[in-house]
C-alpha cells in the first residue's frame, strides 16, 4: 500500500512540473513515506528524518515532506520533534503538499492535478480498491492509522485499470488492508469477485490480475470462484493466519479458530487447483508459551505455504494489546522462534520448489538482473531466465532448470510448449 502511496504522490508532483532524481543532495523535494506497523520500521523512519535534518536547513527553498502511518489526525507532538519537516501527510491525502508546492510555485492547483495514477509505470502496477480497516486486531495499528474502510466504486477502478494499461502495464495488483471486505459499503453492495469480473471482462489488454491481502474472516466461495474461473487472475492468495493457539487468536481477536483456518485452507485448495497460498504470522505476542508457538510451527508444517512472513511482536501505541497487555515475552525467545519458523519454511520451500525442475511456467518478464531476465510464474515464483528477442511485459513459456528455496531457474523454450500447473 505504501508502494502504491508514493506512485501516487510522485505522479501527482510531476503534474506539478517536477522531475524524479535518484540522489537526495539533487533534490528540492523530498517526501519520506512512513510504515509504523511495527517498532523497528518506526525506528528506520526517525532515523532517516534525522539525517535529512541537515539537508533541509542547508537551504530555505527545500522542503520535506512526511507522509504515511508515522502521521495520524493529530500532529502537534510529530511538529515537536521535528520542527524542520515542511508538511505531514497522512496515508492518501496528498493535498498538503500540493497546495504548498502550488503556493510556493504559482500554480492554482484546483482541478489540474487530475486521478493520481502513475505516468510511467512499471509492467506491474499496484491499484488500491479499499482504503482502511474495521476488523481492529488487537495488535495492529493500521485502523488507528489508515481509518475505517472506504471502497473505491467499480467503475473507478476499471477506468484506472484501462490507463494504467494504455501506459503499458501488464499486470496489476488490486490493494487493501483487507481485500475482500471491498464492497461492504457501496450502493448495492459489490464484493470482491463482482470487481474481478469487472476488470477482468473490461480491461482484456491487461494479462494478469492479483489481490492482497485477504483476511480468513471475509474470504468467500465467491471470491475463490471467481479466481478458479477468470483465466487473467492468478492463483496466489495471502491469506494470514498470524497464530495457531486459540488462545493467542482470541487475544488477537482475528474471528477464527486453528481448524477454522485449516479447514478455509483445504476448502482454497480444492476451489483452485495450483494455488499458492502466502501467510503472515506473529511469534511473542503477549503470554505465548512454548507450547502454544509450538502450534504455529505444527500449522506452518502442516499447511506448507508458499510464502511465510514472520514477524515479532512488537507494542504499536492505542492498540488494545498495547493498553491491556504486558509485553512478557523475551526477546530472546522471540529471535529463536523467529528462527526456527524460518528454518522449517526454508526446508519446506525447498522440497515444494524442487517439484517445479522440468515443469513449463509462463513467466511475465518484470524486470532484469546482471543480464538476465527476471519475472513471476502465475504462483508468484520468482524465476530467472534467457529468452532472446523479448522485452519487458512479455509472457513467456519458461522450462525449471534449477530451484532453490527463493527463486527458480529456467529456460526460454517456445510459446507453444504447455504451461505445466502443479497442484496445491
Avoid at 144 to 164: A, C, F, Q, T, W
Avoid at 306 to 318: E, F, G, I
Amino acid at each position: 500500500m505504501n508502494t502504491a502511496d508514493s506512485e501516487r504522490m510522485g505522479s501527482a508532483l510531476e503534474k506539478l512540473g517536477l522531475e524524479q532524481t535518484l540522489r537526495p543532495k539533487d533534490a528540492d523535494v523530498i517526501v519520506l513515506n512512513s510504515c509504523v506497523v511495527r517498532q523497528n520500521a518506526e525506528d528506520r523512519v526517525v532515523g532517516m528524518l534525522t539525517s535529512l535534518k541537515p539537508w533541509r536547513e542547508a537551504s530555505p527553498q527545500r522542503t520535506l515532506a512526511l507522509m504515511g502511518c508515522m502521521v495520524g489526525p493529530k500532529t502537534d507532538q510529530l511538529h515537536k520533534q521535528f520542527p524542520f519537516v515542511d508538511v505531514f501527510m497522512q496515508p492518501q491525502n496528498f493535498t498538503p503538499l500540493i497546495d504548498q508546492l502550488g503556493n510556493r510555485f504559482g500554480i492554482d492547483t484546483d482541478g489540474c492535478i487530475g486521478p493520481h495514477v502513475p505516468s510511467n509505470p512499471n509492467v506491474t502496477a499496484h491499484v488500491p480498491i479499499i482504503h482502511g480497516c474495521d476488523k481492529f486486531c488487537s495488535f495492529c495499528i493500521i485502523p488507528h492509522r489508515r481509518g475505517r474502510e472506504v471502497s473505491r466504486p467499480i467503475d473507478e477502478l476499471v477506468h484506472e485499470s484501462k490507463m494504467l494499461s494504455n501506459r503499458g502495464v501488464r499486470e496489476i495488483t488490486l490493494l487493501g488492508q483487507n481485500v475482500d471486505s471491498y464492497g461492504h459499503d457501496l450502493q448495492g453492495a459489490p464484493d470482491l469477485s463482482d470487481l474481478l469480473y469487472a476488470i477482468h471482462e473490461q480491461v482484456p489488454s491487461l494479462s494478469r490480475i492479483r489481490f492482497l491481502t485477504s483476511h480468513p474472516n471475509d474470504m468467500s466461495d465467491r471470491i475463490l470462484n471467481a479466481v478458479s474461473a477468470l483465466p487473467r487472475v492468478m492463483e496466489n492468495l495471502n491469506l494470514p493466519f498470524q497464530a495457531g493457539s486459540d488462545e493467542i487468536l482470541e487475544k488477537m481477536r482475528r474471528g477464527y479458530t486453528n481448524i477454522e483456518y485449516r479447514r478455509l485452507i483445504d476448502r482454497v485448495r480444492s476451489i483452485i487447483p495450483g494455488v499458492a497460498v502466502v501467510t503472515d504470522l506473529i511469534v511473542g505476542f503477549p503470554s505465548e508459551t512454548e507450547d502454544q508457538f509450538i502450534q504455529t510451527l505444527e500449522m506452518v508444517k502442516d499447511l506448507r505455504f508458499d510464502k511465510v512472513h514472520s514477524a515479532a511482536y512488537s507494542p504499536r501505541p492505542n492498540t488494545l494489546a498495547n493498553r491491556k497487555m504486558e509485553d512478557d515475552v523475551t526477546s530472546a525467545d522471540k529471535k529463536n522462534r523467529l528462527l526456527r519458523i524460518e528454518a522449517l519454511q526454508k526446508q519446506i520451500l525447498s522440497e515444494m520448489n524442487a517439484e517445479y525442475k522440468g515443469t513449463h511456467q509462463e513467466v511475465l518478464i518484470d524486470g532484469s538482473k546482471d543480464g538476465i531476465w527476471r519475472g513471476r510464474t502465475r504462483t508468484d515464483k520468482l524465476v530467472y531466465f534467457d529468452a532472446p528477442h523479448h522485452k519487458l511485459g512479455d509472457l513467456v513459456n519458461v522450462i525449471i532448470t534449477k530451484t532453490t528455496p527463493w527463486s527458480l531457474k529456467g529456460e526460454y523454450v517456445e510459446s507453444n510448449s504447455k504451461t505445466t500447473v502443479l497442484s496445491g
